[in-house]
Every structure is written in C-alpha cells, then in structure tokens.
C-alpha cells in the first residue's frame, strides 16, 4: 500500500481563492485588509519568507507594507514602530519576522504587538484563548494543518495523536489544537526516551523537531497519518522533512510531502488570520 499525498499546493490555492473573494466584498464595503512585516536585518532564509508573504498579499489583493530596520537597530526603536503599526487604521495584522537580533528581546516584542493584530497567533492573549477554546488568532502552520487534516476528511475526536516537537511555534499549539477537537495526545521530542513506543500506537503523527529523515517505517503502523513539519537539508543538500518519507510512504494511509506539504499552508493562514483580523476591527 502506498499512502496518499495530502497536496498543500492545492488546498493552499483553494483556500486563497476563498480568500480573495472574500477580500473583494470587503473592499466593496470601503475597507481593505492590511498587512504590515517587519524585517530586522537581513537573514537570508527571513528575507525569503517575508518576500513570498509581500507576493501572497499582492495576489490576494491585500494591502501589504514592509518595514526594514537594520540588524543593529534598538530593541526600543522596534517596539516604538510596533506601537506605531498598534495605531494604524490601515493596518489589521502584524508580524515581525523571527529569528530577531540576539539585543532584542522576541518576548517583548511579541507582547508589544496588540492582540487584535496578532496574525501570527503568538501573543500571550491569543494563546490563553486557544488553550481555553475560545476564539483566537492561531498560529499559522498548526492552523493549516488542521485544516490539511479537514480537507482530506481525517477523524480527528477520540483519534490518538503523537506531536513529535514541542516549540511554541508549531508542536505546543499542534497538541493543543487536536484536544480541542477531542483527540488524545502525546507529546514526545527530541530527549524522549524510545520514540517507536509513542510514534507507532499514533493514528496522526505530527513531526516537527527538526531533525531529517527521524521519522523512519519502523515509528509508524499501518494506515497512520503523518503530517511532516521539519525542514531540513539532506546530506546531498536538497530540502527535505522530519520524515523518512520514501519508506514511511509505504505504512502510512496519508502522508505530506516537502516540500510542497505544510510549507504552502503557512503563508495562506497567515492571510486569513488578516483577513479575520481586519473583518473583526471593522465588526464587517
């Protein structure tokens, strides 16, 4: 049996399709959903993302605004544009590009964005509603690959699901995401002793440690599902997962790809956290 490809490409155009209709009405109501990075220095793989999140919005036909600051810019000096960006009617959601510059502190700087343009789901506020259940901005590759998970039809309640990972980017609120739809979960990570005794009772394995190639056949039972979030390059240098993912094919009912999988799904809930973002400050 070979699994099948849950296609990120595909949902993720999908979704923004939904998106930009969406984002048309609302400009025929006069308001225009707007997104404002900053960017602090100029890490390669930061400037990537920020680029692709400038395309995305173009296309979505969002208001996009970037904001660079050089790498020795003061902790203060970012946080006074962040209170700027706070108070800027045309602007519904913001997001600082992490990694920052090791003088500034990414806690103060996440605290200082206000909740209600926190579109990246990391505020302190945003994180006690997800983990109370009540309506938040989440974080952006949880999101998308609970709604991966929809696409596809995947049961979810009463399902065991092992979160390989425990960032507070991706593995925390994975976990936290799947108990609110009822699913039972393990969390393991990189120090947890005998990984194959979790990974292999899991019907969802999300992997998200970044490590390549950790998750092998031998972690996973037959007709599992497996969500790969890792982003590593091979000894060959090509882009690859957290997943073996050419042996693990052969076990697994559904499986991502990377790229191609998660990746895509990111930068596209991260538009429809401003697209929320700009429909709840307008009430529209």
Known sequence: MAANLIDGKEIARQKKEAIAKEVEELKKAGILPGLA???????????????????????????????????????EELLEKVRELNND??????LVQMPLPKHISEIKVIETIS???????????????MMTGQDAFLPCTPYGIMVMLDF?????????????????????PSGQLFLNKNATVTYC???????????KQADIIVAAVGKADLITKDHVKEGAI?????????????????????????VASFITPVPGGVGPMTIT????????????????
């Open 37 to 75: 990075v900053i960017l602090v220095g100029n890490n390669s793989a930061s400037r990537t993302y920020v680029t692709n999140k400038e395309k995305t919005c173009k296309q979505l036909g969002m208001h996009s605004v970037l904001i660079e600051m050089p790498e020795n810019a003061s902790e």
């Open 89 to 94: 009617a045309s602007i519904h959601g913001i």
């Open 115 to 129: 909740p209600e343009k926190d579109v990246d789901g990391f505020h302190p506020v945003n994180v006690g509603k």
């Open 152 to 172: 596809i039809g995947a049961e979810i309640e009463g399902k065991h699901v092992v979160v390989v990972g425990r960032s507070n980017i991706v593995g925390k």
């Open 189 to 199: 990570h990189s120090r947890t002793d005998d990984l194959k005794k979790y990974t």
């Open 226 to 250: 497996v969500i790969d979030v890792g982003m590593n390059r091979n000894s060959e240098g090509k882009l690859c997962g957290d997943v073996a993912f050419n042996e693990v094919k052969e």
């Open 269 to 284: 809930m991260l538009m429809a956290n401003t697209l929320k973002a700009a429909k709840n400050i307008h009430k529209a």
